[in-house]
DNA sequence: GCCGTTTTCGGCCCGACTGTTTTCAGTCG
């Protein structure tokens, strides 16, 4: 038995997609592929682990066949069926897939004629100027392969969402000071808010479709034009993230945020739906009876196929048609409903200083009382036990509880927590001993160390936090960071039924490399009636301001205001601590 | 190769844009 990434799966899934279209074999057959690519990427589990627990079934778009081809991967390490599929292919043609506009065809004749094995031989081929006497190929081609290739080694694959919020309002702000503009708006993975982001794209609701491209194309910001027709325009910025624009006039642009909003998965399911009603969608309307209705906004276009307006952030394939359709999508949390905010690092001096924050408890509380908390919680990490003996880290934690005493008594208008964020030890012991905690309000406990434990261990030491009667609230639950390190293994149904039972809640980290517990754990841990509370885990006051991304992970995840704690008043939520 | 409250067989989303072309194939979303 061998263990095999996701990631890696996902990857001779294209290839075999690949393969099949060189050999011009049944288009579905490479669907089904592409299916089950797709479907590999987004599961919530490593499928070695579902293998080994009789549940590869589980996943969409893993019929029979691949099922078996998995078996038989995770036993002996390969598949005999994919490698003669594959054999006869140049084995170069599978490393340029990855190339933007480099496609199976492009990546079998590259690879084929010119001998190409890697990105090396590329960028000889390229020099040398011997692509563009290939049939087929141009000078044109040649240099626009030439060019994805630079952005393939300086690119990063995907974006993280603030990072993509924040240029979005960029052009988005630039795009408005066109007169003939009457609304822009983003779209696809940006608008349903997901935690990375691989293009910005972006709506435009005009009567003057040609003014609104050439002023976009004029955009300061932007490094190469990719490509610019009479409705839409491509461009990569100078910071290497590629914008889609995309227009249409008023009467159609809400078939057009429809449409472009997707997700693919989401707009597939739409569209199986609408047939079996007899009608047909595309970005510019639905077609009904050979007549194409258009829609001016969202509402509309989704009524007339007798479904309720779905949330962005639920547009994932994930059976929203069928709540929409029953009248039972949940009314999902809101920015406006959190009045809390409980993970805030301070720069109060506990030596040797780990991560400490940049401000004072009163800068945090102005901070708060700004966005109209009613409560803040302050979290500093807790003393390290390789630098304290026992009685030092009680010692410090008395300190400190002084200090926060003071805080209270001259802040009486708001609600003030003393915490500590301390860390799950790697036998999964508290850093802080009980004489310590019984000092404070509450603890948070989080793992820090240790990342690679096997699935039981990280199981154990979050069940032993979960069972203190000390520990509140679990810190970013999976620890994935995100386009750097996987989430730990964990039985997370284990840990949800231990929060239930001991009623310890989950939080939703707003910190943009984390965003955890990721969407789709939080539509889980629902299920499971776990309690989760939304932090920003900010180490300085302006991360405060990271709030919404943690609600858009809360909202991804179906989550109504009765999901999330800190939405209750001072007087509720105080509750679940001292 | 997958999938199923109209199917275990017969379906499988729809269109823009580009380059190299005289009508289209390839790629992308």
Request: a positive charge.
């Amino acid at each position: 038995m061998r263990f095999i990434a996701n990631k890696e799966i996902a990857k001779l899934f294209r290839d075999m997609a690949a393969a099949y279209t060189v050999k011009n074999s049944l288009f579905f057959k490479v669907k089904a592929y592409e299916n089950a690519a797709d479907s590999v990427e987004h599961a919530t589990s490593e499928l070695y682990d579902l293998w080994k627990e009789g549940e590869l079934g589980s996943v969409s778009g893993l019929g029979k066949n691949i099922q078996e081809y998995l078996d038989e991967l995770f036993k002996t390490g390969q598949i005999k069926h994919f490698s003669q599929v594959m054999s006869g292919l140049p084995k170069g043609m599978f490393t340029l897939l990855d190339i933007g506009g480099i496609g199976p065809k492009t990546a079998y004749k590259l690879a084929r004629e010119l001998k190409i094995e890697n990105i090396k031989d590329l960028q000889k081929a390229i020099k040398a100027k011997r692509i563009r006497n290939l049939e087929g190929f141009g000078q044109k081609s040649e240099k626009d392969i030439a060019a994805a290739l630079l952005e393939f080694k300086g690119r990063e694959n995907r974006h993280l969402l603030p990072f993509a919020f924040e240029n979005a309002q960029k052009i988005l702000q630039y795009l408005r000071k066109e007169k003939e503009c009457n609304q822009a708006e983003p779209l696809g993975s940006l608008r349903r808010m997901v935690s990375t982001v691989g293009d910005v794209d972006i709506a435009v609701s005009s009567k003057n479709a040609k003014k609104i491209i050439n002023h976009f194309t004029k955009y300061a910001g932007i490094s190469r034009i990719l490509g610019s027709g009479p409705v839409s325009s491509s461009v990569i910025l100078k910071n290497g993230v590629q914008v889609d624009l995309k227009v249409q006039p008023p009467e159609a642009f809400g078939s057009l945020l429809q449409h472009f909003t997707g997700s693919k998965n989401h707009n597939i399911a739409l569209r199986e739906f609408a047939l079996k009603i007899n009608m047909s969608l595309s970005e510019y309307g639905i077609k009904y009876k050979g007549k194409l209705l258009k829609f001016k906004d969202e509402e509309s276009f989704y009524k007339q196929l007798g479904l309720d307006w779905i949330p962005p952030e639920l547009r994932e394939g994930n059976n929203e048609i069928n709540a929409a359709k029953a009248h039972s999508l949940p009314t999902l949390v809101e920015l406006n409903d959190i009045k809390g905010d409980i993970h805030l690092h301070s720069n109060y001096p506990i030596e040797p200083s780990h991560d400490l924050g940049e401000n004072s408890f009163e800068e945090i509380v102005t901070k708060a009382k700004n966005y109209k908390y009613k409560y803040v919680g302050f979290s500093d990490h807790s003393p390290s036990v390789s630098n304290h003996t026992k009685l030092q880290i009680i010692d410090i934690i008395k300190r400190r509880s002084l200090k926060i005493e003071q805080i209270k008594a001259s802040n009486p208008d708001i609600g003030i927590l003393n915490l500590l964020e301390i860390d799950i030890l790697n036998d999964g012991e508290l850093s802080v001993p009980e004489k310590g905690l019984k000092l404070l309000d509450g603890a948070i406990a989080g793992i820090h160390s240790s990342h690679k434990q096997d699935k039981a261990t990280i199981t154990r030491r979050l069940l032993n936090a979960c069972e203190n009667p000390y520990v509140k609230l679990i810190s970013h639950p999976t620890g994935r960071l995100l386009e750097q390190r996987e989430s730990y293994d964990a039985n997370w149904l284990q840990v949800f039924e231990a929060c239930v039972k001991t009623g310890t809640m989950l939080e939703i980290n707003s910190w943009p490399t984390r965003l955890d517990l990721p969407d789709v754990l939080v539509k889980e841990a629902i299920k499971h009636n776990v309690k989760l509370v939304i932090n920003t885990d900010a180490h300085e006051i302006t991360q405060m301001g990271n709030m919404p991304f943690g609600v858009s992970v809360a909202r991804r995840g179906w989550a109504t205001k009765e999901n999330i704690a800190n939405t209750l008043s001072w007087l509720e939520f105080r509750k679940y601590f001292r």
